[in-house]
């Protein structure tokens, strides 16, 4: 059986962690995003693929996909994953000191690209028996947090994508939308980072890291591994890693 996955933002991370899991899992793995991972391809030089694209630029996702390269990769595949786990925190603050060029960027990398690419994949795997697709969503989805609104509104919109495509029941498909936790990646340092003006909660978030309750990437990694891939999976469409 030829397992296939398409992860994006496998350069560190969340997903470097959840592209080691699965290629350690024998996956055949497409990762996709501005860095390549030279640790990654020197461990598994016969499983990985890497495509160079910066997802802010959804003109050249287009582009590339229009060249069929995606297609390709899948058109052997029994079954199919796209993971879609690029993601940009910035930018952080109230409204009126975010800025346009930062406010695009974000909703093409948190949102546009993982919507394009959702749409892709579906036309890519109708021969595939199974084929999953997980948004990497946030708690900052469900509530709101002041400063965040730019990120919070794209993680929403990732759930209601979850919820509505899972409604269509489409032949092998499951899609969820998943929050991972608070995970030590360089995200939850760019978070520690923020300027209260601009983040109010920093502190607490800072607190956590100092009380070690951040999760290891490889532990978010492999529990959202073992929950894609298992037979739940698609059961809650608009969940947290942590509860299910
Ligand atoms: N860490 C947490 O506590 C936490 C909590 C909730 C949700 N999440 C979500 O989990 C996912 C992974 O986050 P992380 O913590 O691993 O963040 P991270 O360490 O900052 O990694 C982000 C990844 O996204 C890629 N990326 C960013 N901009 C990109 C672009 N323009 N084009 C292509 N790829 C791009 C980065 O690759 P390059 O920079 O190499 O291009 C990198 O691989 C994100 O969707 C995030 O929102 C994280």
Redesign the pocket.
């Known amino acids: 059986m030829i397992i296939k996955t398409i992860l ?9 962690a959840l592209a080691r899991d699965l290629l350690g899992r024998g996956h055949l793995l497409l990762g ?4 390549g991972n030279a640790a990654l391809a020197g461990d598994f030089p016969e499983r990985l693929r890497e495509q160079r ?4 630029d959804l003109t050249a996702l287009r582009d590339w996909l229009a060249g069929g390269q995606l297609h390709d990769f899948l058109a052997d595949a029994d079954q199919a994953v796209l993971i879609n ?5 910035q930018p952080v603050g109230p409204l009126g000191t975010q800025g346009g060029d930062a406010i695009a ?1 974000a909703l093409s ?2 949102l546009g690209a993982p919507l394009i690419l959702a749409d892709a994949f579906v036309a890519a795997t109708a021969h595939c028996t199974d084929r999953r697709i997980v948004h ?5 989805a469900r509530n709101a947090y002041a400063g965040w609104s730019i ?1 919070g509104a794209t ?1 929403a919109g990732l759930d209601q994508h979850a919820r509505a495509a899972a409604l269509e029941h489409l032949p092998g498909l499951r899609i969820a939308s998943l ?5 030590d ?4 340092a ?1 978070v520690r980072a923020s300027d209260t003006a601009h983040f109010p909660q920093q502190a607490r978030f800072a607190a956590l890291k100092a009380d070690g309750q ?1 999760t290891a ?1 490889a532990a978010a990694a492999g529990r959202l591994a073992d929950h894609l891939l298992g037979e739940r999976f698609g059961q809650c469409v608009d969940g947290d890693l942590r509860t299910l």
């Open positions: 994006t933002g496998h350069s560190r991370g969340l997903g470097d996709l995003g501005r860095s694209l910066d997802l802010s786990n690029a993601g940009l925190l960027q990398v948190n990497i969503s946030s708690g900052a990120y993680k929050a991972p936790g608070v995970v990646t360089d995200m939850q760019q951040l990437p």
